[in-house]
């Protein structure tokens, strides 16, 4: 969470009045986290020369320009350049053009590289970290059926058995670690849909792990177990005074308020988030959220009191088997919705809601959702919304036909839904996650003024070269490992392939540390080959 002082620099306000250490003490993270698990050897080139970044990025007066890059703005009126130079001051983008004169400044060599906006990940519970792959076949909720996707599920193992013996130094473990591997894959802001609120000590470890991890980040302030200390929603007052009580800082706040919850606390979140000047964030699911619930809140008539209702400040997740209605108001009002492409698909949510958003006139971001089950990276979100989409519109226009010349390849009817494009869902992962966080005013784009949240892509890769197309090489052909340098807020953390101030050895330890107490906590035996 840094604040922005005069000097303009990133600092972390909340380890100046508790100070790192002592809050891991606190949360019996001693010998855990800290200091240790923040350092690293300075980067190498892959050449095998040490390499610095420009030196105090980030921080006021401190200046560099990211030079000879194809650079992919993502705002229309900067435009796109097969080769052009930002400039970076601070924190902020102040220069994007071709042959930007800038002397006595530290130059980052962008030649082969594609310069675009960091990704935008809108829905994450990072506090499954520990978990990951454990259920790569589960479905949302058992069937019954007693297939390998029935049991274990998702609802019964992980919300259900696993999330209550989480101790705060788990949420922090698998938060931070989850926050640096975003970074590592090029996304620069997350909404951390963070569903493990049993104590304010668990809610302290979330909200510091992404604090440490400094990158952009929501954090989604949802339930937990319901324990007796549980003391949601009413801690959002605390949390939001002790560690919001600015809005310019990396790390912001959401309210989270499950509609499938209890009728009374619900309600309660809502009202709060609505008093605090906070989003509202809420799954909407098929089988899990009843469509008379979500029907109520689009006709403004929701919750105990009868009146809570749909704005421009809710956030519903998925939003899969949705009635008509729904969909209608929840246009009208501004609703943003967050779609998780590759866990629908997989998890017996619904079909990705994308053909009736088009149809209605919406956007969608992107959102991961769960490692337990998926990759977290943005490269899977953008092509499993891209070939999903089209898959579906594909079949729909082939069938317009008989299948048989003359008719075999029909001209599509009237009506029928645009193909998605790679440019279409880069705007869902960079400007749509920003808008839909509240957070375009500072990120999404490169754009002269925003905080400069920018990554550098490796074309020169062999999974990419030659580069003949920027959008297309960075939707359907890149991955983790092209994503070679990484910047939020103008400070470098990721530099030549390295992420920069971490030791992932000791963190990558100290999860496996953690990972092992919840499964003996819970009586599971783990099971590389299940």
């Known amino acids: 969470m840094p604040n922005r002082h005069d000097d303009n620099s990133p600092r972390n306000e909340v380890a100046s009045r508790y100070g790192r250490r002592d809050f891991l003490k606190a949360s019996a993270v001693a010998g855990v986290a800290g200091a240790s698990l923040l350092t690293s050897p300075p980067a190498r080139a892959h050449d095998g020369r040490e390499q610095e970044p420009p030196r105090d990025s980030g921080k006021r007066g401190r200046r560099y320009v990211i030079r000879g890059g194809a650079v992919m703005s993502m705002d229309p009126t900067v435009g796109d350049f097969e080769v052009a130079d930002v400039v970076v001051d601070g924190t902020k983008i102040v220069e994007v053009r071709p042959h930007v004169h800038a002397p006595g400044i530290d130059v980052i060599d962008a030649r082969g590289r594609i310069v675009m906006p960091g990704f935008v990940d809108t829905h994450h519970h990072q506090f499954e ?82 604090v440490d991890a400094e990158r952009r980040a929501a954090f989604g302030y949802f339930q937990g177990d319901g324990r007796p200390e549980e003391r949601y929603p009413q801690d959002a007052y605390r949390i939001r005074k002790q560690w919001f009580a600015s809005d310019d800082q990396l790390v912001s706040m959401i309210m989270g308020g499950e509609i499938q919850e209890n009728e009374e606390v619900y309600t309660r979140a809502w009202k709060i988030a609505r008093e605090l000047d906070l989003s509202i964030a809420a799954h909407a699911v098929s089988g899990a959220v009843p469509r008379p619930v979500i029907d109520e809140l689009a006709r403004g008539t929701g919750g105990s009191t009868g009146d809570l209702g749909f704005g421009s400040d809710v956030l519903l997740i998925h939003m899969t088997g949705m009635s008509d209605l729904a969909w209608r108001r929840a246009r009208d009002a501004g609703v943003r919705v967050s779609v998780a492409f590759p866990i629908e698909m997989h998890m017996r949510h619904g079909v990705p809601p994308i053909l009736t958003m088009q149809k209605l006139g ?169």
């Open 362 to 530: 919406m956007e969608p971001s992107l959102s991961s959702d769960v490692e337990t089950t998926m990759a977290a990276d943005p490269f899977t979100l953008m092509r499993s919304a891209l070939t999903m989409q089209r898959m579906l519109v594909n079949q729909m226009v082939l069938e317009q036909g008989d299948f048989t010349p003359p008719n075999e390849w029909p001209t599509p009817a009237e009506g029928t839904p645009p193909l998605l494009t790679v440019r279409d869902v880069l705007r869902y992962a960079t400007v749509n996650g920003a808008a839909h966080l509240r957070l375009d005013h500072k990120t999404g784009s490169l754009t002269p003024g925003k905080e400069a949240d920018i990554v550098l892509l490796d074309a020169t890769a062999p999974n990419v070269a030659p580069l003949n197309n920027v959008p297309g090489a960075v939707v359907t052909l890149m991955d983790r490992t092209n994503v070679e340098t990484v910047i939020v807020a103008g400070k470098i953390r990721k530099w030549k392939g390295r992420l920069l101030d971490v030791d992932l050895d000791r963190l990558r330890h100290d999860l496996e540390n953690s990972r092992d107490h919840l499964f003996r906590a819970v009586g599971i035996r783990p099971n590389l080959f299940a």
């Open 129 to 210: 970290t520990a978990l990951r792959s454990f259920l790569p076949n589960a479905l949302l909720r058992d069937d019954g059926s007693g297939s390998p996707s029935a049991d274990p599920s998702y609802v019964e193992y992980v919300l259900e058995r696993f999330a209550p013996a989480y101790r705060p130094e788990d949420v922090y473990l698998s938060s931070l670690f989850a926050g640096l591997a975003q970074l590592d894959t090029g996304v620069t802001t997350v909404h951390d849909v963070s569903q493990i609120h049993h104590s304010p000590e668990h809610s302290d470890a979330a909200i510091q792990a992404l």
